[in-house]
């Protein structure tokens, strides 16, 4: 199965100021399609979890934008340019090239 | 308005079965691929099945594979998963997905 390791595990950030967790896989996730399936979800404390981004970088319908995803091959981040309170969950890596489908451990983001 | 709502959830013994249902509704069920993911309590997230728009192909997690059946009934907008010889590891909050979309959960105990 593909490994996917994200870090940090825990993310204090400050109101206003950017948070990154990077997430990497220990295989490339660019398919024979040309495209790279890496998701990102996330989970506020307790609701069903969320898409943000598919692709590496395609925001979902709704996702603010100062949500955003960069990476390539196995090596990708997800970036908040600016906390605000309602960004305080789990965020999740995810990826949708290989079978089984796979997800990263999470990552706990929390207000200072 | 676009949803999936879970059901089927609920107390059943080791080694018992259980099936869930998911009902979709506001798109067309029947274009698109649907996924189970579970999250045992205070844990991650993990991929459990998908199956293709037509039900004709199906994945299975190692740790479900044989004992877990996904299905869907496209004339009914419903996707199933039926659950047999079910342990204490399968106690989780079961979640149906459709890409960008999630259902609410419903919750699965295992215990006597």
């Known amino acids: 199965d593909v490994v996917m390791t994200q870090s940090p595990l825990s993310l204090p950030v400050t109101l206003g100021q950017p948070a990154s967790i990077s997430c990497r896989s220990n295989q490339s996730l660019l398919y024979s399609d040309g495209n790279t399936y890496l998701n990102w979800f996330q989970q506020r404390p307790g609701q069903s979890p969320r898409r943000l981004i598919y692709?590496?970088?395609n925001r979902d319908s709704g996702v603010p934008d100062r949500f955003s995803g960069s990476g390539s091959g196995s090596d990708f981040t997800l970036k908040i340019s600016r906390v605000e309170a309602e960004d305080v969950g789990v965020y999740y890596c995810m990826q949708g090239a290989y079978w089984p489908r796979t997800f990263g451990q999470g990552t706990k983001v929390e207000i200072k | 308005e676009v949803q999936l709502l879970e059901s089927g959830g609920g107390l059943v013994q080791p080694g018992g079965s259980l099936r869930l249902s998911c009902v979709a509704s506001g798109f067309t069920f029947s274009n698109y691929a649907m996924t189970w993911v579970r999250q045992a309590p205070g844990k991650g997230l993990q991929w459990v099945s998908a199956i293709t728009d037509s039900g004709g192909s199906t994945k299975y997690a190692d740790s479900v594979k044989g004992r877990f059946t996904i299905s869907r009934d496209n004339s009914k907008n419903t996707l199933y998963l039926q659950m047999n010889s079910l342990g204490a590891e399968d106690t989780a909050v079961y979640y149906c997905?459709?890409?960008?979309?999630w259902g609410q959960g419903t919750l699965v105990t295992v215990s006597s």
């Open positions: 692709q590496v970088s």
């Open positions: 997905a459709k890409a960008g979309l």
